[in-house]
Each structure stands twice: as C-alpha cells, then as structure tokens.
C-alpha cells in the first residue's frame, strides 16, 4: 500500500512547531507509553484527515480529528481534541508521531493493545 503524500511529506521538524515545547514533550511520553488506541488515516488531495482516540490521564477515552493541509509547500495543523484543552493538545501530538512511524499502512485502522 502506498502512503499518503502529503502524510510521507511530515517528519518531527515539520509538525513540532504547531506544539508549544511542553505539549510536545507530554505528547511524545503519551505515544511513547501507549495511549493511542485508533488511528485513521484519510487523505484527499492536499488535506489529510486523521480521526482517533487516545486514553487519558485518568483513564478516560479523547477523541481527535485531526486536520493537515499542505499548501506552497507549507504545513498546516488544525487538531481538535475532546479534552478540556480542545486544540493542539498533547493528545493531538501522540497520535501524529504514531502515525508517522505507519507510513506503510496508512489507510488501516491502528489499534494498540
């Protein structure tokens, strides 16, 4: 399966400037220890759509849609999050690095145990 072109496009230098530092690191520990539970990936010419869940702090389950737009060649980030922070949270963040690290199955549905 192909990947995405515009998901083959992000790396961590493109999306870490959407994340003050302190989001992006908590995001990072929460990829990093497993918190994302679904992940799907969408792409539809030059927006690429990422719908997902990833359990909380306290163990309850957020919901992400997150939306990447690529135009001139620059990256654009809008990720909405039922958590109280609502956008751009760390929650948005741990599933954009679980994503790039699947750019072979894109369109998959990811599940983590």
């Not at 230098?13 to 539970?37: A, L, Q």
């Not at 799907?40 to 306290?58: A, H, I, N, P």
Request: glycine share 8%; net charge negative; aromatic share 8%.
């Amino acid at each position: 399966m192909v990947p995405p072109k515009l998901l083959s496009k992000l790396n961590i230098d493109r999306i870490k400037p959407w994340f003050d530092e302190g989001t992006f690191k908590r995001g990072t520990d929460y990829w990093e220890t497993g918190h994302v539970r679904r992940v799907k990936v969408t792409e539809d010419g030059t927006e690429l759509s990422v719908q997902s869940s990833v359990s909380g702090s306290r163990g309850l389950m957020y919901h992400q849609e997150i939306e990447i737009y690529e135009y001139e060649n620059l990256i654009e980030i809008s990720g909405e999050c039922t958590c109280p922070v609502g956008i751009n949270c760390k929650h948005v963040v741990a599933v954009l690095c679980l994503s790039l690290i699947h750019l072979s199955e894109p369109t998959r549905q990811l599940a983590s145990s």
